[in-house]
T-cell receptor, first 111, second 116 residues
Framework: AQSVTQPDIHITVSEGASLELRCNYS??????LFWYVQSPGQGLQLLLK??????LVQGIKGFEAEFKRSQSSFNLRKPSVHWSDAAEYFC?????????FGAGTRLTVKP | GAVVSQHPSRVICKSGTSVKIECRSL??????MFWYRQFPKQSLMLMAT?????????EQGVEKDKFLINHASLTLSTLTVTSAHPEDSSFYIC????????????FGPGTRLTVL
């Protein structure tokens, strides 16, 4: 069965600094990988997804993620964080009708 | 993106009562809807998957007689928590998808259930 690990529960970065959120997965085949953002009172919003092809995926709001099969990782990056990026971020791995989420990383942005 | 709504956003009920949560896809037809449960500071746990007109498929450990799911139309699914207990207090999130597995799931804003 697939599983997802997000090692960092909480990360604090300064506005304008770069960001990397880690995600490791366990899955027997090529996974479908996702990053979602959850803001208070709002539903999860898809930032980006990887199904196949180019391993560097561009998403919305300036985010990107790189699929590294050798490391079983799908880390999310942003070169310059904005205060509005403060939220909870979830990595997910999915196959068929089964999507498994990581525990989430809460991002705090310092002024 | 497509919009999924949930109603109510918050509900408080007494132990032993039943609560119904609605999930609607507002601008698309959802052939598949999913129900998740999220505990504080934890991940989303898939409870069940439902296809329109079919019985829901429940994840292991989820009591189907306690969490009744109905997906009667392509735009509406309901989750009824029967005989609610305080341990059922949680954040319940639905998502909806049109078409097959390559299509995006769109998530509702969630419903906070508190059982007294």
């Amino acid at each position: 069965a697939q599983s997802v690990t997000q090692p960092d529960i909480h990360i604090t970065v300064s506005e304008g600094a770069s960001l990397e959120l880690r995600c490791n997965y366990s899955y027997g085949a090529t996974p479908y990988l996702f990053w979602y953002v959850q803001s208070p009172g709002q539903g999860l919003q898809l930032l980006l997804k990887y199904f196949s092809g180019d391993t560097l995926v561009q998403g919305i709001k300036g985010f990107e993620a790189e699929f590294k099969r050798s490391q079983s990782s799908f880390n999310l990056r942003k070169p310059s964080v904005h205060w509005s990026d403060a939220a909870e971020y979830f990595c997910a791995v999915g196959a068929n009708n089964d999507m498994r989420f990581g525990a989430g990383t809460r991002l705090t942005v310092k002024p | 993106g497509a919009v999924v709504s949930q109603h109510p956003s918050r509900v408080i009920c007494k132990s032993g009562t039943s609560v119904k949560i609605e999930c609607r896809s507002l601008d698309f037809q959802a052939t598949t809807m999913f129900w998740y449960r999220q505990f504080p500071k934890q991940s989303l746990m898939l409870m069940a998957t439902s296809n329109e007109g079919s019985k829901a498929t429940y994840e292991q450990g989820v009591e189907k007689d306690k969490f009744l799911i109905n997906h009667a139309s392509l735009t509406l699914s309901t989750l009824t928590v029967t005989s609610a207990h305080p341990e059922d207090s949680s954040f319940y999130i639905c998502s909806a998808r049109a078409g097959g597995i390559y299509n995006e799931q769109f998530f509702g804003p969630g419903t906070r259930l508190t059982v007294l």
